[in-house]
């Protein structure tokens, strides 16, 4: 799904910037959405091969600022597939 495509269905759908390839759909819930729908995996893995952060580093950061973030009622929600040890 493209920023295009989402700002046809919510125009006001926030986005992570630089993290397009990590949008996985759109979640809706009761008083919830449709907001933006990213993979935890794979932010953390752009910012592992984009920015050469180790995985502590990266997961240290998204959880600090952009997990962390709370913009308003369209912020983004973040997905966990998979568990990593």
Do not use: H, Q
Not at 50 to 57: A, L, Q
């Amino acid at each position: 799904m493209t920023p295009e495509e989402i700002a046809e269905i919510n125009p006001e759908a926030l986005l992570c910037d630089g993290f397009d390839d990590a949008i996985i759909g759109i979640a809706e819930r009761i008083n919830l959405g449709p907001v933006v729908a990213y993979s935890v995996e794979k932010i953390i893995n752009i910012m592992m091969t984009r920015d050469e952060m180790s995985y502590e580093d990266a997961y240290e950061y998204f959880d600090y600022n952009i997990r962390g973030a709370w913009v308003g009622e369209y912020t983004p929600i973040f997905i966990t597939t998979e568990i990593w040890t």
